[in-house]
């Protein structure tokens, strides 16, 4: 089994032939691996994307489609790294690759298989909707201890809602069977109330939504949306979420009603929009998928919710559908209607080590990199936007951005320096001593032969009682001033907190050989002299 990598646009329209084809004779293909959806997704995500695309040998046409992002994520050390998710989106209530069923384990070995060839650290299989077989067929790859694998838990919104479980309806063929096998006595009757007063058209109405007013739907639909979870979705995440997700939301709706897939009935009372529902027409698998919906929180009676899934029920099983598919979340109303049960997790597979597979940058991501480092130094993180660029350099040596802005940082960073100095300096006098250090080590990057920074990181590890670190790195610094008494006077105390006394001694000679009046070096050389044991007299 052969695997290319699609990342182009241009190239993902040219395979809409193959993956149409795949799609079709693919048993567990749904909605939302299909061509349309993501295409339309990969169009507008603002991170890169990749696909894996299967060839069985020599064969003209591809039997496999894998759709992935392609994330790079700054982590807490300052390193980025690479992340691979599944694709679709974050709306997509169902995950995975699309296979012929006749070749599902080699191709999920495959696509593995080449997982691995790419440089990442964590693998997100966010709502992976393939089956058992398929799942430990591409997991049996991933083993240990290069990989770990695990369950991620879903965001808990403190309602008590599991998401890992996804609700559905077997639909029967007939709208009268669905009321009376599927509701009980009260909630049919309000079923049929309800649908009364829409079907009567005297005071409530339900329109669908063409060309010309999915503009106006899908404004109203949004509107309700974020006054019912705008302000709670702000609060707890990020005050931008709202706004990013009805972005997304408006654009993956559009591309539904191109590729004819979206049914969006609108409820009216009077002039005005009471309720909105967004689901998506899967034909492959006779299936309605709820994507969203909206409602005037203000309107009890007739309930908009209730009353739009009802339409809609009623309008899937007049059109031949088979599944009414509320998706996930176990909320009580999703099972006034006969709700059943099924299970959609989230998995990640991660490096053991937490870094990138050849820890390298996914060559890829080097211009996202670039842009980031470019963005640290606007920001005024130097050290920072260096880091990037030396990521960057390892992956490609000879990548002349990277270069060229490392060159840039280092000339800005020598200017600063002095001033950087001064501040460590002030910092390690103040007794913050991690902070200091994490100042010295920065210099050195850019000075290695700074004897004054090398000096005091050796004073700090002193302070610290790292005895051997203090050591060596003293040393290094007397290398580079051998003339300077208190740098030996220091490696002499280090070297006698080892118990390696002979060679404090030396460190003390040196010392006190620059500076004879060096009274500390004197006293510590006198007390070293006294506790070396004396070797034994002869024998008479």
């Given at each position: 089994?052969?695997?290319?990598?699609?990342?182009?646009?241009?190239?993902?329209?040219?395979?809409?032939?193959?993956?149409?084809?795949?799609?079709?004779?693919?048993?567990?293909?749904?909605?939302?691996?299909?061509?349309?959806?993501?295409?339309?997704?990969?169009?507008?995500?603002?991170?890169?994307?990749?696909?894996?695309?299967?060839?069985?040998?020599?064969?003209?046409?591809?039997?496999?489609?894998?759709?992935?992002?392609?994330r790079t994520e700054r982590a807490r050390d300052g390193a980025f790294r690479n992340e691979l998710r599944t694709g679709g989106?974050?709306?997509?209530?169902?995950?995975?690759?699309?296979?012929?069923?006749?070749?599902?384990?080699?191709?999920?070995?495959?696509?593995?298989?080449?997982?691995?060839?790419?440089?990442?650290?964590?693998?997100?299989?966010?709502?992976?909707?393939?089956?058992?077989?398929?799942?430990?067929?591409?997991?049996?790859?991933?083993?240990?201890?290069?990989?770990?694998?695990?369950?991620?838990?879903?965001?808990?919104?403190?309602?008590?809602?599991?998401?890992?479980?996804?609700?559905?309806?077997?639909?029967?063929?007939?709208?009268?069977?669905?009321?009376?096998?599927?509701?009980?006595?009260?909630?049919?009757?309000?079923?049929?109330?309800?649908?009364?007063?829409?079907?009567?058209?005297?005071?409530?109405?339900?329109?669908?939504?063409?060309?010309?007013?999915?503009?106006?739907?899908?404004?109203?639909?949004?509107?309700?949306?974020?006054?019912?979870?705008?302000?709670?979705?702000?609060?707890?995440?990020?005050?931008?979420?709202?706004?990013?997700?009805?972005?997304?939301?408006?654009?993956?709706?559009?591309?539904?009603?191109?590729?004819?897939?979206?049914?969006?009935?609108?409820?009216?009372?009077?002039?005005?929009?009471?309720?909105?529902?967004?689901?998506?027409?899967?034909?492959?698998?006779?299936?309605?998928?709820?994507?969203?919906?909206?409602?005037?929180?203000?309107?009890?009676?007739?309930?908009?919710?209730?009353?739009?899934?009802?339409?809609?029920?009623?309008?899937?099983?007049?059109?031949?559908?088979?599944?009414?598919?509320?998706?996930?979340?176990?909320?009580?109303?999703?099972?006034?209607?006969?709700?059943?049960?099924?299970?959609?997790?989230?998995?990640?597979?991660?490096?053991?080590?937490?870094?990138?597979?050849?820890?390298?940058?996914?060559?890829?991501?080097?211009?996202?990199?670039?842009?980031?480092?470019?963005?640290?130094?606007?920001?005024?993180?130097?050290?920072?936007?260096?880091?990037?660029?030396?990521?960057?350099?390892?992956?490609?040596?000879?990548?002349?951005?990277?270069?060229?802005?490392?060159?840039?940082?280092?000339?800005?960073?020598?200017?600063?320096?002095?001033?950087?100095?001064?501040?460590?300096?002030?910092?390690?006098?103040?007794?913050?001593?991690?902070?200091?250090?994490?100042?010295?080590?920065?210099i050195l990057d850019i000075e290695p032969g700074h004897f004054d920074v090398r000096y005091l990181l050796g004073v700090i590890?002193?302070?610290?009682?790292?005895?051997?670190?203090?050591?060596?790195?003293?040393?290094?610094?007397?290398?580079?001033?051998?003339?300077?008494?208190?740098?030996?006077?220091?490696?002499?105390?280090?070297?006698?907190?080892?118990?390696?006394?002979?060679?404090?001694?030396?460190?003390?000679?040196?010392?006190?050989?620059?500076?004879?009046?060096?009274?500390?070096?004197?006293?510590?050389?006198?007390?070293?002299?006294?506790?070396?044991?004396?070797?034994?007299?002869?024998?008479?």
């Amino acid at each position: 089994m052969r695997v290319d990598v699609i990342d182009s646009f241009d190239a993902l329209v040219q395979l809409r032939g193959e993956w149409d084809a795949v799609y079709a004779a693919d048993p567990e293909a749904q909605y939302f691996m299909s061509w349309p959806w993501i295409a339309g997704w990969f169009k507008r995500l603002r991170y890169q994307w990749l696909v894996l695309a299967a060839r069985d040998g020599d064969s003209p046409g591809y039997v496999g489609f894998f759709p992935l992002q392609l994330r790079t994520e700054r982590a807490r050390d300052g390193a980025f790294r690479n992340e691979l998710r599944t694709g679709g989106g974050y709306f997509a209530g169902y995950a995975g690759f699309i296979c012929r069923p006749d070749v599902q384990d080699a191709v999920a070995r495959a696509f593995a298989e080449h997982a691995k060839r790419l440089n990442w650290a964590k693998l997100h299989l966010e709502n992976i909707a393939i089956s058992p077989r398929r799942l430990n067929a591409f997991l049996g790859e991933f083993s240990a201890p290069q990989f770990l694998i695990g369950k991620v838990r879903r965001p808990d919104d403190g309602d008590g809602i599991d998401h890992d479980i996804y609700v559905y309806v077997n639909l029967p063929g007939d709208w009268e069977e669905f009321l009376n096998d599927r509701l009980g006595a009260a909630t049919r009757k309000t079923a049929r109330r309800t649908l009364r007063a829409i079907d009567d058209a005297s005071e409530y109405r339900v329109t669908d939504v063409t060309a010309a007013t999915l503009e106006r739907d899908l404004q109203t639909l949004l509107r309700f949306w974020e006054k019912q979870w705008g302000a709670k979705l702000a609060a707890r995440y990020h005050p931008g979420l709202p706004r990013a997700m009805m972005n997304n939301f408006r654009n993956m709706l559009r591309c539904a009603f191109e590729d004819d897939a979206l049914y969006l009935p609108v409820l009216w009372q009077g002039d005005n929009p009471i309720g909105v529902q967004a689901t998506l027409i899967d034909r492959k698998n006779r299936s309605l998928i709820g994507m969203l919906n909206g409602r005037d929180l203000a309107i009890k009676k007739p309930a908009p919710g209730f009353a739009l899934h009802l339409y809609s029920v009623r309008w899937a099983i007049q059109n031949g559908f088979a599944v009414y598919d509320l998706q996930t979340g176990d909320f009580s109303y999703k099972y006034d209607f006969g709700g059943l049960e099924r299970r959609v997790e989230c998995l990640l597979v991660s490096t053991a080590s937490r870094r990138n597979l050849c820890d390298r940058l996914e060559s890829r991501s080097l211009p996202v990199v670039l842009a980031r480092a470019n963005a640290l130094r606007q920001a005024g993180d130097l050290e920072g936007a260096a880091r990037a660029c030396r990521q960057i350099l390892d992956a490609d040596p000879v990548h002349g951005g990277a270069r060229q802005l490392l060159e840039q940082l280092d000339a800005a960073r020598r200017a600063l320096v002095p001033q950087n100095l001064g501040v460590a300096a002030r910092l390690h006098q103040a007794g913050n001593l991690a902070e200091a250090e994490k100042m010295y080590r920065e210099i050195l990057d850019i000075e290695p032969g700074h004897f004054d920074v090398r000096y005091l990181l050796g004073v700090i590890f002193l302070q610290q009682r790292k005895y051997s670190d203090a050591e060596q790195e003293i040393s290094r610094a007397i290398d580079i001033r051998p003339d300077v008494s208190a740098a030996h006077f220091n490696r002499g105390l280090a070297l006698a907190k080892l118990d390696r006394i002979d060679d404090a001694l030396g460190s003390l000679d040196n010392c006190i050989g620059l500076e004879p009046d060096h009274g500390q070096a004197l006293a510590l050389r006198s007390a070293l002299s006294k506790s070396r044991p004396q070797a034994a007299s002869p024998a008479a």
